[in-house]
Nanobody, 123 residues
Framework: QVQLVESGGGSVQAGASLRLSCAASGRTSSTNAMGWFRQAPGKPREFVVAVTWSDGSTYYANSVKGRFTISRDDARNTVYLQMNSLKPEDTAVYYC????????????????WGRGTQVTVSS
């Protein structure tokens, strides 16, 4: 089992930036994909972004392309989500997620979830 601990988040004005972090511990060798999902009030949880440990490939939802950037620190087993040009529609609880591969992450088969961190963007 992989444990995920998130940090970051908060309340900002539209156009501002935030950075989220997610540190993984435990059986990290079983995880090849890490990323973020988000859930806004009254809406289903949706995929945002992911990165693979094997080759660093990145995957973005169309709604965040060009504004969000995911990166990884192999030594720290940590992924970072830099969120720029934030919009009110980015307001949600952001969950770190881990999966054995990117295909299973896209399918929603997540091996571990973080507890979530709130991001609020006001206009």
């Amino acid at each position: 089992q992989v444990q995920l601990v998130e940090s970051g988040g908060g309340s900002v004005q539209a156009g501002a930036s935030l950075r989220l972090s997610c540190a993984a511990s435990g059986r990290t060798s079983s995880t090849n994909a890490m990323g973020w999902f988000r859930q806004a009030p009254g809406k289903p949880r949706e995929f945002v972004v992911a990165v693979t440990w094997s080759d660093g490939s990145t995957y973005y939802a169309n709604s965040v392309k060009g504004r969000f950037t995911i990166s990884r620190d192999d030594a720290r087993n940590t992924v970072y989500l830099q969120m720029n040009s934030l919009k009110p529609e980015d307001t949600a609880v952001y969950y770190c997620a881990a999966a054995d591969r990117i295909a299973t992450m896209y399918a929603g088969t997540i091996s571990s979830w973080g507890r979530g961190t709130q991001v609020t963007v006001s206009s």
